[in-house]
């Protein structure tokens, strides 16, 4: 038996996805400001992708260690794995904005003043530091392939919904697909849904 798909074999059915219960919080939107200014400094790639994906590690990692997300982003699957919707238009718009605390040249960012390290707890910084050190250098590739996580695999099913014939841009990932992943999930996502 041949292992190529051919013309006449019916498309592999998709299985729609159990609902999850989402788990409400609020963007904090200035303190996203500063987190960007504050990984553009450092980081040694800094471009849209790099800071999207070291937010979201950064993320996981604090949610893991202390129960709590940096910035209270909503996250979306996209191609290139997850992306933390607010950010992603705070950089996206601060390409037209004349007041931006940053300037974006088609996918480099860089900062135009001092990230405000008041805005940022202790446990931030060094969610964001981690981050920083073990994906701030890795290339394009590399780093969309290890957002390609659990997660990621099981709200795109495999990546096959942002694919024909589906053409999904971004599906939204309630907080639990990522916190069900993380040590002690479980319990994580228990305690989260207690606070909200």
């Not at 709590?68 to 191609?79: E, H, P, Q, S």
């Not at 990932?173 to 479980?186: A, R, S, V």
């Amino acid at each position: 038996m041949s292992s190529v798909a051919t013309a006449t074999e019916a498309p592999i059915a998709l299985k729609p996805a159990p609902p999850v219960v989402d788990i409400p919080v609020i963007f904090k939107a200035k303190k996203a400001r500063e987190v960007i200014l504050y990984i553009v400094q450092r980081a040694p790639i800094a471009d849209r992708l790099h800071i999207c994906k070291i937010i979201y590690f950064a993320d996981r990692y604090h949610l893991e260690k202390y129960a709590r997300l940096i910035c209270n982003d909503r996250y979306v699957a996209m191609k290139y794995g997850p992306v933390p919707d607010g950010i992603y238009d705070i950089i996206k718009n601060a390409e037209s904005a004349e007041d931006s605390d940053f300037a974006v040249d088609d996918f480099a960012v860089s900062p135009l003043r001092e990230a405000d390290l008041t805005l940022l707890s202790e446990s931030d910084r060094a969610a964001l530091d981690w981050a920083i050190q073990q994906y701030g250098s890795l290339s394009v590739t590399s780093l969309s392939q290890a957002s390609h996580d659990e997660t990621w695999n099981k709200v795109t099913q495999r990546g096959a919904l942002l694919h024909a014939p589906y053409f999904k841009r971004a599906i939204p990932i309630p907080l639990p697909e990522i916190t069900n992943t993380l040590k002690d999930g479980e319990l994580l996502t228990s305690y989260l849904l207690e606070q909200h």
